[in-house]
């Protein structure tokens, strides 16, 4: 009875709450509140408080222990008024839901509307601003120098023009300015403000980075202190070229008065609120005093940041948010949403947001629903009247019906009870003709066919205990929890247990180390699940001897339930012979794994029959995987040469491909392919052999060209010396030209004086032509071209001077005029548009070293550096190389560092390997960094170091001895 009173009072709290939480959102939104009357008045309430009343006692009188009338006349009960309820409640629901979806769609409108007019209003000003920055006057005014603009003519038009747009709007336009490259304000209708420096503010910076117009977010003015918001565009000269910037400066107040939709005007209940995308208000109809108010907490760093860029001075603490979390907030799919617009204090109401499309500023509208709510009231009160009526009817129909039902299943259930006290013929008189007329009928053929069934299940289980103790086998039969049910002569031979005492055997008892119960328990699930389970097992007998047995087991069912019949069979000489076998196997694939060539055998037909672990290696492929495929599916790239191992298998005479090439991860390999016929036991084959020659490829083919790098270097000396010729006679050239056009020398004169024409004149129209720049360029490009002439044949003469002592500063600058000579002929980078960043250290003392040897590292490093640069995508920076000297503890320090893409750990420590190369196939060698290591550690007694940081930079730091010259 507990249990029923315990059931109804759980049933009632819950029903009671999830109800009031339906009929009225508003109590939904604070549920863990005191519950109030809900809105469907007292009668309302008194109705269904007795209709959960009814369906606790119909519960309690089901579940307590009762006859069958008092259970049908409470399940008449229950299921009847339950649906009632559900129908009413969702008839509720579907009313409510209909009004929100409708307040929604009005609100969405209203919404969408608005936000159309508040981007309206910004793309009109937008677009207002880029045509007025377009007005000739302002360009014209700010290409003339700027020691001259006071009191100009052009200044006079430009303040004038300024003052007329100011008065298309007087109401919200406060001032108009025109700001230069700088950031200095050049006019302006607010007088103060001229000459102020705006270089830091959004609406300066912004126009100039994207040359588009741009509105800004609302800031407080410095010039009236009231919230503001800033139109501006570039003003570009007639060529495209940006010359300042027209910034217009409105009231924040003109986006107050878009705030308000025709339909809500003069509706109390109605909020509308602005927010931008850090979470400050820009407007609101309710509360303007709030404007410039965080909707959420905002850490001091932001008002910080808030403080510089839009100059917000005031701290508040506390933030008056829309009742939803930032992230929530500005979740676009979440459109729709219950709470309070400004804070704790304030009223819930159903809100929607919208984001406009021309900034990043969101609209928020919200009104009360308590109309709404008074309409679902109503309608639930019509809906509890009439459950209550039909609740009557469905109670005096239910006292009928049970009661010509139970009578005759009483008399049935009386000879049901004499048959289980094991009665053989039991039967009970018919009294109806119906539906329990027939279960009647049944029952007297049950017990009669019951009465039969017990004879013949006694006869075959004798049969069945027969058969199982002829098997040799042992059999043990167990039900689905493990626990041994029977077991047959077989078993009592082997395991020495006889058939009472394994009854109270669990399979742990008879089982070896290492197979516990729940292990058994858990093949006897997996056996009740699939039907079948086959395993190996170390079983232990009654003297705990162990020995290996195989078994099978099979599920089957009984009336008493599910049942596992376990066969076990000894498996000891099984077991040693697979043992021995192993063993041989392993030691022979020790042996073939322990070649450091790759060894793969195949039989006649091309499967795979042998894998040693340099195959796994090489391929990627496992052993278990390889062996049974097919030769050329497991590597592909050598199934031409099923031909040769055909032949070789025929011939019985080995077959050799030397050099073979292989491409991997983009880059050349040479391999040796050996292939030795195999016949053994009658089975033919092969066995293939794979060793990796490529470094010994590689070296030849260096030596070979480091003949021709020779070859190379002499052929350079002399187009040095070549070019030094023709280069003196343009330099002596260009020489002639200026003093003969230029000066002012008496010879000049003279020409001129014969040929009629004056001489000033002609040096006139050279000045407007700007032919002495061109002649300047002439000469200052033949300096520069001598100047990468010398450091040419300075490098080409390796090993003539010897050790030296040589500026650490002049070698990296004759090397940098080397390489950026080398790239401008490059069609992959161009060493031009790399930015070079030097930070040489005053002081430094010469060094004693091979000067062309170190030239040569610094070239490798330097090319190394630009061809990192061009695999990176730049989208703020740009690509720079740094060159830094310093001394340190009586070396000379020379920092090479990029910001290019880095590299990781492991390329860092391998980057110094002969032949380890990060570039594609055919432009690297990897050679570069290897040798200029050998000419800093060993020639030089130095150190050189790589340091990286993936995606950011690579920095390689050489350290040179400056104590002595030995």
């Not at 590299?903 to 290897?930: H, I």
Request: charged share 25%; hydrophobic share 40%; aromatic share 10%.
């Amino acid at each position: 009875m507990n249990n029923g009173f315990r059931s109804l009072a759980m049933f009632s709290s819950g029903f009671t709450l999830l109800f009031i939480m339906h009929c009225n959102p508003a109590y939904a939104y604070d549920w863990a509140s005191v519950l109030p009357v809900p809105v469907f008045g007292l009668t309302g309430y008194i109705l269904f408080l007795l209709a959960l009343l009814l369906l606790g006692v119909a519960l309690f009188l089901f579940f307590r222990p009762a006859g069958l009338r008092r259970k049908l006349l409470s399940a008449f009960l229950f299921v009847s008024l339950l649906p009632l309820c559900v129908l009413a409640i969702l008839d509720q629901k579907v009313t409510s839901d209909a009004l929100t979806e409708n307040s929604q769609q009005v609100m969405l409108s209203a919404a969408s509307q608005t936000a159309a007019a508040v981007d309206s209003f910004i793309l009109s000003n937008l677009s207002t601003v880029r045509t007025e920055a377009s007005i000739p006057q302002f360009a014209e005014f700010l290409l003339i120098p700027e020691e001259i603009r006071d009191g100009s003519p052009e200044e006079l038009a430009v303040m004038g023009l300024l003052t007329s747009l100011k008065r298309r709007d007087q109401t919200y336009i406060t001032s108009i300015a025109v700001l230069d490259l700088s950031g200095k304000a050049i006019a302006d209708t607010y007088g103060p403000d001229i000459g102020s420096d705006k270089s830091m503010r959004d609406y300066f910076l912004e126009p100039l980075k994207t040359g588009l117009p741009y509105v800004s977010s609302v800031g407080i003015s410095k010039t009236n202190n009231q919230p503001s918001l800033y139109f501006s565009c570039p003003i570009r000269d007639t060529a495209g070229t940006i010359l300042g910037v027209l910034r217009f400066r409105y009231n924040a107040a003109s986006l107050q008065s878009l705030l308000m939709p025709g339909d809500f005007v003069g509706q109390a209940a109605y909020s509308a609120i602005l927010f931008d995308n850090v979470g400050f208000r820009l407007a609101d109809t309710q509360h303007p005093e709030l404007v410039l108010v965080p909707a959420f907490e905002i850490s001091e760093a932001v008002w910080k940041k808030a403080g510089i860029d839009r100059h917000i001075s005031r701290y508040v603490e506390t933030a008056y948010g829309p009742g939803i979390g930032q992230n929530e907030f500005y979740n676009p799919a979440k459109k729709f949403f219950y709470s309070s617009l400004y804070g704790p204090e304030g009223v819930p109401t159903l809100n929607v947001k919208v984001q406009l499309r021309y900034a990043p500023w969101t609209l928020v509208l919200g009104y009360s629903e308590a109309t709404n709510i008074a309409k679902v009231a109503t309608q639930t009160r019509y809906a509890f009247f009439t459950i209550a009526c039909i609740v009557l009817g469905v109670m005096v129909t239910a006292f009928m019906v049970s009661r010509s039902i139970t009578e005759p299943l009483l008399s049935l259930t009386d000879a049901a009870r004499e048959l289980s006290k094991g009665e053989e013929e039991v039967s009970v008189s018919i009294q109806t003709k119906d539906e329990i007329g027939e279960l009647a009928d049944t029952f007297n053929k049950m017990s009669t066919a019951l009465y039969s069934s017990r004879r013949n299940l006694l006869a075959a289980t004798e049969r069945l205990q027969t058969l199982l103790d002829t098997l040799p086998d042992s059999v043990f039969i167990h039900n689905s929890e493990g626990r041994i049910m029977d077991v047959n002569k077989s078993f009592e031979k082997v395991f020495g247990f006889t058939a009472e005492e394994a009854l109270s055997l669990s399979i742990e008892d008879m089982s070896g180390k290492g197979f516990s119960q729940e292990k058994a328990e858990d093949l006897v699930r997996r056996c009740v699940e699939e039907g079948t389970q086959s395993f190996d097992w170390v079983s232990r007998n009654k003297d705990g001897r162990e020995f290996p047995v195989h078994v099978k087991l099979s599920s089957f069912k009984l009336p008493e339930g599910i049942h596992v019949i376990a066969l076990a069979s000894d498996i000891t000489e099984r077991k040693q012979f697979e043992h021995d076998l192993m063993q041989a196997r392993n030691y022979v694939a020790a042996i073939i794994d322990s070649m450091p060539s790759i060894l793969v055998s195949v039989d006649v037909n091309g499967g795979v029959t042998q894998w040693n672990i340099q195959a796994e290696k090489a391929t990627g492929i496992l052993k278990a995987d390889a062996v049974g495929r097919d030769f050329d599916d497991v590597m592909p790239y050598l199934a031409d040469e099923m031909k040769r191992i055909r032949h070789a298998v025929k011939t019985q005479v080995p077959v050799a491909d030397i050099r073979r090439v292989r491409i991997v991860d983009g880059k050349i390999r040479y391999e040796d392919v050996t292939i030795y016929p195999l016949v053994a036991d009658g089975v033919e084959g092969a066995v293939i052999r794979i060793d990796d020659v490529t470094e010994r490829v590689q070296l030849e083919e260096m030596m070979v060209q480091s003949e021709k790098m020779m070859s190379v270097g002499g052929l350079a000396a002399g187009m040095a010396h070549e070019i030094n010729n023709p280069l003196a006679a343009i330099m002596g050239s260009v020489q002639n030209m200026r003093k003969r056009l230029l000066s002012d020398m008496q010879k000049n004169r003279d020409a001129a004086r014969e040929c009629d024409f004056d001489l000033h004149k002609m040096h006139s129209y050279l000045e407007k032509r700007d032919i002495p720049r061109m002649i300047e360029g002439i000469h200052s490009s033949g300096e520069r071209a001598a100047r990468i002439v010398r450091n040419v044949l300075n490098f080409s003469r390796r090993g003539g001077k010897g050790f030296s002592h040589y500026s650490i500063s002049d070698l990296l600058d004759k090397s940098l005029e080397l390489i950026a000579s080398d790239y401008n002929l490059k069609k992959d980078y161009d060493f031009k548009n790399i930015s070079l960043n030097k930070e040489y250290q005053p002081g430094i003392p010469p060094i004693f070293c091979e000067g062309s040897q170190l030239q040569q590292v610094f070239l490798n490093l330097f090319k190394n550096a630009a061809e990192a640069l061009s695999d990176k995508e730049f989208a703020v920076e740009k690509p720079m190389i740094t060159v830094r000297t310093i001394k340190e503890d009586g070396m000379a320090v020379i920092h090479v560092e990029d910001n290019g893409p880095g590299m990781d750990e492991d390329k860092c420590r391998r980057v110094f390997e002969p032949f380890y190369t990060t570039k594609p196939t055919g432009k690297g060698t990897g050679l570069g960094l290897s040798v200029s290591y050998f000419i800093i550690v060993d020639q030089h007694g130095g150190t050189m170091e790589v340091f990286s940081e993936k995606g950011k930079w690579t920095r390689f730091v050489i350290k040179l001895p400056l104590s002595n010259g030995s």
